[in-house]
């Protein structure tokens, strides 16, 4: 079974750029995450989608990061305009919708941002 | 709101030994999931461990075993006969039982392998 694919694996860009990251979950997990890494830190979560439903983006800083989920597979991660604190690792993850209350997140290598 | 706690930045073992790595949490919920994640400089996060709030028996995969002290809120992860390839960052990890609920992560504990 194919993992978790994100790409590109590194990105770096002046601020002020913008920048797209994608990410192709593992066939037939209908929900998608995408989290930042912040060096030093552990990963936050940006945006949750179930299909292509918006299900959390509370943390998402919506004035300069957008994402979507066309047809529920594929996700894009969008920064416009780029800021020095953007500089992360950008996580995407995937799980399948089960009965269960347990729903293991897989997770992709990352994007590494570097924010000049 | 639900937080984690790792107090550890860095820890050295010698291979061969054991290590314990310590995390705390904070959360009103009864009903939640912990986890241990590693990742190595690849940046793959892998599911080390996961250890559901209503067992009291603690988990246990191979060489890694966890401490679930549920009333203390305290969920530490030992690694038994310590080998080069565990050398990574740990990641302590909570999540509500809540179906599909986000994961909190804690800030890491870099683990580094002595030979």
């Known amino acids: 079974e194919a993992g978790v694919a994100q790409s590109p694996r590194y990105k770096i860009i002046e601020k002020r750029q913008s920048v797209a990251f994608w990410c192709n979950p593992i066939s037939g997990h209908a929900t998608l995450y995408w989290y930042q890494q912040i060096l030093g830190q552990g990963p936050k979560l940006l945006i949750q989608?179930?299909?292509?439903?918006?299900?959390?983006d509370s943390q998402l800083p919506k004035d300069r990061f957008s994402a979507e989920r066309l047809k529920g597979v594929d996700s894009t991660l969008k920064i416009q305009p780029a800021k020095l604190e953007d500089s992360a690792v950008y996580l995407c993850a995937s799980s399948p919708l089960l009965v269960s209350s347990y729903n293991e997140q897989f997770f992709g290598p990352g994007t590494r941002l570097t924010v000049l | 709101a639900q937080t984690v706690t790792q107090s550890q930045p860095e820890m050295s073992v010698q291979e061969a030994e054991t290590v314990t790595l310590s995390c705390t949490y904070d959360?009103?919920?009864?009903?939640?999931?912990l986890f241990w994640y590693k990742q190595p400089p690849s940046r793959q996060m892998i599911l080390v461990i996961r250890?559901?709030?209503?067992?009291?028996q603690n988990a246990t995969e191979n060489r890694f075993s966890v401490n679930f002290q549920k009333a203390a809120k305290s969920f530490s992860l030992k690694i038994s006969d310590s080998q080069l390839g565990d050398a990574a960052m740990y990641f302590c990890a909570y999540r509500s039982a809540n179906r599909d609920d986000k994961i909190i992560f804690g800030k890491g504990t870099r683990l580094h392998i002595l030979p």
């Open positions: 250890q559901e709030a209503y067992k009291q």
């Open positions: 959360t009103s919920e009864s009903d939640y999931y």
């Open positions: 989608f179930q299909n292509n439903g918006v299900v959390d």
